[in-house]
Structures are given as structure tokens and as C-alpha cells.
């Protein structure tokens, strides 16, 4: 009865291991998206639209510009044109209307502690 439940247990655990949540990552490559940001107590929406070389960010009354780097279809880094400041995204799962990210500094500080947040984008076009 021992070996029964046991391998029962190996099995359901082989199983749910190998389950990935869906990205269909293509779909997000370029497009007019709004995303949720705060800044204090406040929660504010931004916008950006994302071509195939370029992204444009409309946030905070400020617009922001980068260049894309893609390494796959899920993930790329975001390198801001005045700053060169440089962001690693990847795109963890997708939705027929949105995606939840994780983003990161592209270029790690040995100062500091590397943050990674997430985030939603919500397609707009």
C-alpha cells in the first residue's frame, strides 16, 4: 500500500512540474498598450506604444523613448535613449487581451540588490 501511494505522489509531482502557463508572446511584439504604475499612495495608468525598433512610453505627463532588443519572442531589454539605461523584461503569461511581466535592471549593480517587480500590460489595438 506504501509503494502504491508513493508512486502515486512521484507521478502527480512529475506532472505538475512540467505544466507551463501559456504565452503566446508573438502577439505582444508590437502594439498601443496601457499599464497600471504607482507612484505613492496614487495608482495611475500609462501608455506605450511599441514598434518593431522602438518603444514610447506616455506616463506621468512625460514621454519616455527606447530601443527594443529582442532575445525571443518572450523576452527583450528596453534601452532608454537619453540615459542608456538599460531594462530586462520577460513576459511570464499572456491572455487574449493582456500579459504579465517581470522586469529587471539589464545591467547588475554589485552595490546594490538586483529588485525584480511585475507588472500587467493590457493591449489596446
Known sequence: MMKKVFFIGIIACSVASCYQPERDCSAYKTGTFTFNY???????????????KYSVD???????S???????DCEFVLQDLESK???QYKI????DSSYTF???NAV????KKLI??????????
Open 38 to 52: 504607482q507612484i505613492g499612495d496614487s495608482l495611475k495608468t500609462g501608455k506605450f506604444v511599441r514598434g518593431e
Open 58 to 64: 506616455y506616463f506621468d505627463n512625460k514621454i519616455d
Open 66 to 72: 527606447a530601443t527594443i532588443r529582442w532575445f525571443n
Open 85 to 87: 539605461v538599460g531594462i
Open 92 to 95: 511570464i503569461t499572456t491572455t
Open 102 to 104: 517581470e522586469y529587471k
Open 108 to 111: 547588475k549593480d554589485p552595490n
Open 116 to 125: 525584480v517587480k511585475t507588472g500587467i500590460a493590457y493591449k489596446t489595438n
